[in-house]
T-cell receptor, first 114, second 111 residues
């Protein structure tokens, strides 16, 4: 089984719908991240969390919210989806204390907003 | 603000040939630099990283990268490419709560 699991892997929805993407990890890491990948733009950071009580905005947080339900779970929500939020979304983790720079990624959640 | 440029969107090489993927960065201090690989349908995996010290860094799968401060570059190399190296490669700079990724270089390997 994957260490970082994202659900759903694929989702098609309509404009205005609320969507939640879920991430769970078995690595025991404190730090969790949500990225968005768009062709030609690479990955951009949406939100990150260093522990359960810590939530921080990333480069492109507008239109998104997150919840850190437990050390192992970090969810990304789109309250009212719009077509330009169509993208591939990645959850990632990193171990504490090191600022190791090594991110462990899930396999991605492809979201299409019609 | 830091940024990363990968000048080549797509590169095709023959199996067994050498490979160099280019990465240029802009960063206000001594950078932390990374190369990640994304195989089709998969998440990203760290190939190698540079924090300090020896400017030639060895990574997994036979890859290496060289940090050149004077050129603001961190190019990825492999002496002999295998068909399984076909993937997208991302250069990144910064620390994990402010990491900037390049747009990626897609590598195709010809038989």
């Amino acid at each position: 089984d994957a260490d970082v699991t994202q659900t759903p892997r694929n989702r098609i929805t309509k404009t205005g719908k609320r969507i939640m993407l879920e991430c769970s990890q078995t690595k025991g890491h404190d730090r969790m991240y949500w990225y968005r990948q768009d062709p030609g733009l690479g990955l951009r950071l949406i939100y990150y969390s260093f522990d359960v009580k810590d939530i921080n905005k990333g480069e492109i947080s507008d239109g998104y919210s997150v919840s850190r339900q437990a050390q192992a779970k970090f969810s990304l929500s789109l309250e009212s989806a719009i077509p330009n939020q169509t993208a591939l979304y990645f959850c990632a983790t990193e171990g504490r204390g090191g600022d190791t720079g090594e991110l462990f990624f899930g396999e991605g959640s492809r979201l299409t907003v019609l | 603000a830091q940024s990363v440029t990968q000048p080549d969107i797509h590169i095709t090489v023959s199996e067994g040939a050498s490979l160099e993927l280019r990465c240029n960065y802009s960063y206000g201090a001594t950078p932390y630099l990374f190369w990640y690989v994304q195989s089709p349908g998969q998440g990203l995996q760290l190939l190698l990283k540079y924090f300090s010290g020896d400017t030639l860094v060895q990574g997994i799968k036979g890859f290496e990268a060289e940090f050149k401060r004077s050129q603001s570059s961190f190019n990825l190399r492999k002496p002999s490419v295998h068909w399984s190296d076909a993937a997208e490669y991302f250069c990144a700079v910064g620390v994990t709560d402010d990491m900037r990724f390049g747009a990626g270089t897609r590598l195709t390997v010809k038989p």
